[in-house]
């Protein structure tokens, strides 16, 4: 599964990220035969500190200001984004100037009216052409599993002034991954599985593929490609403007499911699509390349099964037409790189990667020095590091150095030699960025200031002169400015979020507190929230807030809204707690998160129960008789494995999204971690909730999507099924027809934070005692 994404995913939601905080209630304000806060809003006096649930899903407590979504232009010295012009009703493109942030509109929102209504074209994003000559415009779009990555796109000419919409005759919100040829003559699209090129002086549509169908997809991918991989866009333009090079999905023999919508008619539908779950048969996927007038495909002869080898990266070399592909064994394991000539459809291997237990994709390839060099990142040495490769394979040379990891790219300042990435060598909760130099030594230079703890974002120009630097730590919302290199020297603010700060201050909240727990001889990064009117001198009970897959982390000193869901369920008596257990997606080198292979499950409920032992240990206010755990997601799964498996120490759980077993869940981001179940079958019952049952004496609440296409409602029946087995009782909440993140249609949110709220009132009594 992949992030970012939900910045996300699959198996990973925060409940941090995007709820604000609701009716905050001490636990001595309410009377002890209140059944739960909500019943007596309407009664209570509104005053500093005592909030409406409402307040909170609408997200309106603490605001802040982003810098929107910002694109440097060629030229490295200035950005364009889209603002709205009050006075016609549109979207002005409007350019800004890093050094004195002299302001532009570049492209009137006049210029984008559709002269058949004489009304303008909402606006979704824009992509510029590479001479800055003509811009695409997307808009009417539609969801495609996660993302809208389907819609119309027209295509602004800013010589003549003339705008059109693309794909005249194919089926409305249909055009998937837009993007101009090279040299600015043609657009290239994905319309129902065939790539299409428009000539744009003619208008002339050519389908370039002819093959797709239901279960043959071209330039674009099934599910799990798109959900693991990242995987959507699936065709690049050559240099030259001559060619395209697209991936194919064959997903028949793929085992299909069923998704029954009981809800929108009388009579049921059903959404049937390709999802392979672990030990289960693949797409074939394989690459090849078509001219961009047409004609036959030619396919790269990779070897392997393609149902069991994996083609997750295709680019083309730059200023040449060489593919650059990986290819991954089913195992993930293995990155094979390939360079293959669109004269020769023979492609040479030049360089192998390799991992006990799994590698990652290598998203941030660079060439250098007439590309005679590319980069790769790479825990060879028991550390994530930056290395250049030779061209051949030979060479293989460190860019960064050190007991720490490099965590992810910044940008780079090729004139000067220097690369940027993010790291955090001495505190794992935090980010800050290093410059390292491209042919050096490997010696790493730290550039965020000293003096602001916390995690440091940055989106650089492209010549690596100038950067919009976002700033922020789970107290202080984001402060925005807009930094020159290499001395990282602030020029202006862009935004401040002051409001927002003293709005967050005036909640009168406890501040999330960092701390370390134990877990035998292992320190783990933690953090807890009390509630604001926290005695020392008494025991509160505990709520565990887990996620525990190697995916993400839940441990991070970043501004999170101001984490007022937490906030909001300390204040009704509890002190909420996170901890990040051995695998965490966290930069502590490649042992901390790989010891978890083939034991996905079992480790990190360990961690959860021996770190909430340790943290009663430490702190005298903690009450280990009442331990509640929730997550969602990969979360829910842990959340399961700790109320099973150490039900002396967890009393009370919620279990949101969950995998109950982990042969249903997809093949590639299971067997990433656990090999496939025919394989490692062990390790599959073991870390399988649904194998631990028999343990469960607490309270526990299950909610579930039946509309779930990632964790599919399947668990949910099957795990009720076996506890109805064995016996033991539970409580249950489904979602018709709510996806993975339960959040379409009116009064979802509402009614799941209200819901969990009160069982947790209900089931893990709440104050001190």
Same mark, same amino acid.
């Given at each position: 599964?992949?992030?970012?994404? !939900? ?141 809208? %990555? ?69 330039? %674009? ?7 693991? !991989? ?42 049937? !699509? ?195 630097? %976002? ?234 999507? %039946? ?63």
């Amino acid at each position: 599964m992949n992030l970012t994404k !939900f910045i996300t995913p699959a198996l990973f939601i925060t409940f941090a990220g995007n709820i604000a905080m609701a009716q905050i209630m001490p636990w001595e304000n309410r009377r002890e035969n209140d059944d739960n806060p909500f019943t007596q809003s309407a009664k209570q006096e509104v005053r500093k500190g005592h909030l409406l649930l409402e307040d909170v899903v609408n997200g309106n407590l603490v605001p802040t200001r982003g810098s929107g979504a910002i694109d440097w232009m060629k030229d490295g010295e200035r950005y364009s984004r889209l603002e709205p012009n009050e006075a016609t009703g549109g979207m002005d493109v409007v350019a800004y100037r890093a050094k004195d942030n002299r302001r532009e509109v570049i492209i009137p929102s006049s210029m984008f009216i559709d002269k058949s209504t004489g009304s303008h074209v909402p606006i979704r994003s824009i992509i510029w052409s590479n001479d800055n000559d003509k811009v695409l415009v997307y808009t009417n779009t539609r969801r495609v599993w996660r993302y809208d %990555t389907r819609g119309d796109y027209w295509v602004l000419d800013l010589n003549d002034g003339t705008f059109r919409q693309l794909g005249k005759g194919l089926p409305e919100s249909s055009l998937m991954f837009a993007k101009f040829s090279p040299d600015g003559n043609n657009v290239a699209y994905v319309s129902q599985n065939n790539i299409y090129v428009e000539n744009l002086p003619t208008g002339n549509i050519k389908r370039i593929t002819d093959d797709g169908s239901d279960t043959i997809v071209n330039g %674009t991918f099934d599910w799990v490609y798109e959900e693991e !991989f990242g995987c959507r866009d699936g065709f690049r333009w050559s240099p030259d403007s001559k060619y395209i090079a697209y991936w194919q999905s064959d997903t028949e023999g793929t085992g299909t499911f069923d998704i029954i919508n009981n809800v929108d008619s009388i009579y049921p539908t059903i959404m049937h !699509f390709p999802y392979p779950k672990a030990g289960s048969t693949n797409s074939a996927v394989k690459v090849g390349y078509v001219s961009a007038t047409g004609g036959p495909t030619s396919w790269i002869e990779l070897p392997g099964d393609p149902r069991n080898n994996y083609i997750p990266r295709m680019e083309f070399i730059p200023e040449s037409n060489e593919l650059f592909i990986q290819q991954m064994n089913r195992q993930q394991n293995t990155n094979n790189v390939w360079i293959a000539s669109l004269d020769d459809n023979a492609p040479r291997k030049i360089f192998t990667d390799t991992d006990a237990a799994w590698l990652d994709t290598n998203d941030n390839i660079l060439w250098l020095n007439d590309n005679n060099w590319f980069t790769w990142e790479s825990e060879r040495d028991g550390w994530r590091h930056l290395y250049r490769i030779s061209r051949d394979g030979n060479q293989i040379v460190p860019i960064t150095k050190g007991d720490f990891d490099y965590i992810s790219p910044v940008g780079t300042d090729l004139k000067k030699g220097l690369v940027y990435f993010i790291a955090s060598p001495d505190n794992y909760t935090q980010r800050y960025l290093y410059s390292a130099e491209l042919f050096g030594d490997g010696t790493v230079k730290r550039l965020s200031p000293a003096n602001q703890e916390g995690q440091h974002r940055y989106n650089m120009s492209p010549t690596g002169k100038w950067a919009v630097h %976002t700033f922020s730590n789970a107290a202080t919302p984001s402060i925005i400015d807009m930094v020159s290199f290499p001395k990282h020297q602030s020029v202006r603010t862009i935004e401040d979020n002051a409001d927002a700060r003293e709005r967050y201050k005036a909640l009168g909240l406890n501040p999330k507190e960092f701390v370390k727990v134990k877990s035998g001889d292992l320190t783990l990064d933690a953090w807890m929230i009390k509630p604001v009117d926290f005695d020392s001198t008494k025991k509160y009970p505990v709520i565990v807030e887990v996620y525990g897959e190697p995916a993400s982390s839940t441990v991070q000193d970043v501004w999170g809204g101001g984490d007022l869901w937490n906030q909001y369920i300390a204040n009704l008596g509890y002190i909420v707690v996170s901890i990040d257990n051995r695998g965490a997606n966290v930069p502590r080198g490649r042992e901390w998160r790989k010891c978890i292979y083939g034991e996905v499950g079992t480790f990190a409920s360990e961690d959860q129960a021996r770190g909430v032992q340790d943290l009663a240990r430490q702190y005298s206010f903690i009450d280990s008789t009442r331990v509640g755990i929730t997550g969602w997601s990969g979360g829910g799964s842990q959340t399961l494995n700790s109320m099973f498996r150490y039900p002396d120490i967890f009393h009370t759980g919620i279990a949101i999204a969950f995998v109950a077993d982990q042969r249903t869940y997809d093949t590639i981001y299971q067997e990433r971690y656990m090999n496939t179940p025919q394989d490692n079958p062990e390790g599959y019952v073991k870390g399988s909730p649904i194998s631990h049952v028999e343990g469960l004496k607490g309270n526990l609440l299950l909610i579930h999507g %039946t509309g779930d296409d990632n964790v599919h409602y399947q668990n949910c029946e099957l795990l009720v099924n076996e506890l109805i087995r064995h016996g033991k009782i539970f409580s249950q909440v489904s979602y018709p027809m709510r996806s993975h993140g339960i959040y379409e249609r009116p009064g979802t949110t509402l009614h799941l934070r209200k819901t969990m709220a009160k069982y947790w009132l209900d089931n893990l009594p709440a104050g001190p005692r």
